[in-house]
């Protein structure tokens, strides 16, 4: 796995990492996965996980939640909520783990026209603490990251045509 391919940069000084990836595929094609009850399970999270949409009204102030279920049952949620709502550019959102309730950060998608129906995605995540960003890049996030995009790009594929 290439863990160069989401190009992450960490600024410790602001308590905060990015990440970003071009897909080739249009920004408003982009936002509809990234907003869509039913295509983001296809495409959120590990391959060794399911992905169930509890919750996702996305409007400013409306609530989200995920849950993740692996191959022996165990569940785990993730939830927040919706800050800013700009279809198709902007997304942002607290996100909170729940098996660690109270370290919630703060999401911002940056969802970016390119020249030839590409958009480039831009995520910056920051943190209330220095360590809760360096207990989310010690988690492995980084691969999860690059495998949840990896999966993004090949629905893209798949929808785009």
Known sequence: ????????VIERDEKAFSMSRIFNAPREMVWKVYTDPELLPKWWGPRTTTTIVDKMDVQTGG?????HQN???NEYGFNGVYREVVPPE???YTFEFEPMAGHICVETIIFEALPN?????????TFDTLEDLEAVLQSGMESGAVETWDRLEELLAEVAV
């Open 1 to 8: 796995m290439d863990k160069n391919k989401n190009n992450l």
């Open 71 to 73: 191959n022996d049952g």
């Open 117 to 125: 129906g590409k958009t480039k995605i831009t995520a910056r995540t």
């Open 63 to 67: 609530a989200w939640r995920y849950i």
């Open 90 to 92: 902007r997304l942002s």
